[in-house]
Antibody
């Protein structure tokens, strides 16, 4: 059974780059059955799709974040990563990694990790 | 890409049925039968409740059902129970491998 776990710094300074990693266990990240995504949730607010990466390596991003986001995959470590540059306080949120199947529904979620942007 | 519109809150008494709407546009909800619904309890990760508009993952109660008409999708919870009190989010495929979530609805069991 696939499981996801986010990891990374809980505090990032303004203007710096937020970097998070999601480790996939219980299966291969290279499986064609799934693609992987990042979703965030600011405190007290709703969910926002950040972007996704497919087993082919193709990436797709939220247009509102596209200029600052990079999602990549490391198949040797069974991990995928998120980098968000030039962060501001508005990027403070719980960041979730998730897996979606052919139905384009995110049916596997990590527990989420809180990232605060503050000096 | 604007967030799908959901009512901020919906409430009902135990045993009643409630419906949550999710309104998008002809570029997302209206164009694809790829609407999903998520339940989120406080401090927890979202849980998939409905996919492809009306399909339930294994293990999800049949009290949860989904539908779609035009640019609006709906989630119905029948036989409301205390454990159903949570936030609910819709999500739609929006083309070009992108997704958009709804604004979220807080369900209160009276």
């Amino acid at each position: 059974q696939l499981q996801l776990q986010e990891s990374g710094p809980g505090l990032v300074k303004p203007s710096e780059t937020l970097s998070l990693t999601c480790t996939v266990s219980g299966g291969s990240i290279s499986s064609s059955s799934y693609y992987w995504g990042w979703i965030r949730q600011p405190p007290g607010k709703g969910l926002e799709w950040i972007g996704s990466i497919y087993y082919s390596g193709s990436t797709y991003y939220n247009p509102s974040l596209k200029s600052r986001v990079t999602i990549s995959v490391d198949t040797s470590k069974n991990q995928f990563s998120l980098k968000l540059s030039s962060v501001t306080a508005a990027d403070t949120a719980v960041y979730y990694c998730a897996g979606a199947d052919s139905a384009d529904a995110f049916d596997i979620w990590g527990q989420g990790t809180m990232v605060t942007v503050s000096s | 890409q604007s967030a799908l519109t959901q009512p901020a809150s919906v409430s009902g008494s135990p045993g009643q049925s409630i419906t949550i709407s999710c309104t998008g546009t002809s570029s997302d909800v209206g164009s694809y039968n790829l609407v999903s619904w998520y339940q989120q309890h406080p401090g927890k990760a979202p849980k998939l409740m409905i996919y492809e508009v009306s399909k339930r993952p294994s293990g999800v109660s049949n009290r949860f059902s989904g539908s779609k008409s035009g640019n609006t999708a709906s989630l119905t919870i029948s036989g409301l129970q205390a454990e159903d009190e949570a936030d609910y989010y819709c999500c739609s495929y929006a083309g070009s491998s992108t997704h958009v979530f709804g604004t979220g609805t807080k369900v209160t069991v009276l």
